[in-house]
């Protein structure tokens, strides 16, 4: 099966020869996606008695939307009615078995349709992992998700680069949590665009490690920054083998197989992640799900900046 990557010029600070070749297509997905913008604004809905959170980004994958949906979704549903929405797509079936076995999810094929049923449900809340770039509805509370390595790529829009839009729109978010380490220059660019941004951080924290500490590790996965859960794992664990996947991965068997063969020859124990343990099927008895839990520093006052805005 053909692994498609993103492409990483996107991550390289500066122009290249690539993005540069790409500019005529990226003119052209500005200009449909600014008129597709337009005539979804000009008939925006906007929903009484229930607070819609949004998770976004305008970074193209791999910025922790997901993880951080649940643990607000935790945090909100101790004194609230919640639920969660994700707009049905096939090839992220991963998230959203993982977003049905940690929240009230509601998937459907229209976002539209979701807040509906959300609606019918009487919730206080409802939170979407994705859908900033939806404007067929008026969102309450939007949080941009940053990868602090990663941060806007190279600036450009897709295809030259990695952003689904503008980074001028970081003006209309009212909150970030910044995933990774303390980064004062990107805290920086983006006040300079919206000088009233909340700020957050955020870090994953592995648990259930005991039963795994004396062994030799092959670690896999197909999520958007692998490497970020290599060196997690490398940290507390002793990593013999990573082998990367690209995100939202459809493993065959033949892959799976080959990957605890070789486990089993070299004597190591085959862990991944629990989006890709929802990928793996009849495999799961042979491959340990690693539990990450995102840390939120100051979560409170983050749940309360949702509650009271």
């Known amino acids: 099966m053909m692994k498609l990557s993103k492409p990483k010029f996107w991550d390289k600070k500066g122009f290249s020869i690539f993005s540069l070749l790409l500019i005529p297509l990226t003119i052209l997905y500005y200009l449909l996606f600014s008129i597709n913008k337009y005539i979804r604004k000009i008939s925006t809905k906007k929903f009484r008695d229930i607070k819609i959170v949004c998770i976004g980004n305008i970074y193209l994958g791999g910025t922790g939307k997901t993880p951080l949906t649940i643990e607000i979704f935790k945090e909100l549903s ?38 509906e049923k959300s609606l ?40 030259s680069g990695p952003l689904r839009e503008s980074i001028d729109e970081i003006k209309n978010f009212k909150a970030t949590v910044i995933n990774g380490e303390k980064n004062l220059n990107l805290e920086k660019f983006l006040l300079m665009y919206n000088e009233n941004l909340k700020i957050f951080y955020s870090n994953y924290k592995l648990n ?73 099927d ?20 983050l749940i309360n900046c949702i509650i009271n805005d």
């Open 78 to 115: 101790t004194k609230y009615k919640v639920s969660v929405l994700k707009k049905f797509n096939k090839k992220h079936l991963d998230e959203i078995n993982l977003l049905k076995k940690t929240t009230n999810l509601i998937c459907t094929n229209k976002r539209v349709q979701g807040v």
């Open 120 to 159: 019918d449900n009487k919730d206080n809340f409802l939170i979407l992992d994705d859908g900033y770039q939806d404007y067929s509805f008026k969102k309450d509370f939007s949080i941009v998700c940053i990868n602090s390595d990663l941060e806007f790529g190279n600036k450009m829009l897709l295809p």
């Open 208 to 280: 259930n490690l005991e039963k795994l500490s004396n062994k030799d590790i092959l670690a896999f996965s197909g999520i958007a920054n692998n490497y970020k859960f290599f060196d997690l794992l490398k940290s507390k664990l002793n990593v013999k083998k990573t082998i990367s996947f690209p995100d939202h991965y459809n493993y065959s068997e033949d892959e799976l197989t080959r990957i605890v063969e070789t486990s089993k020859k070299q004597n190591m124990t085959v862990v991944t992640t629990a989006k890709d343990f929802c990928r793996i």
């Open 282 to 301: 009849r495999f799961k008895d042979q491959i340990t799900c690693i539990d990450a839990e995102l840390y939120i520093e100051n979560k409170h006052d």
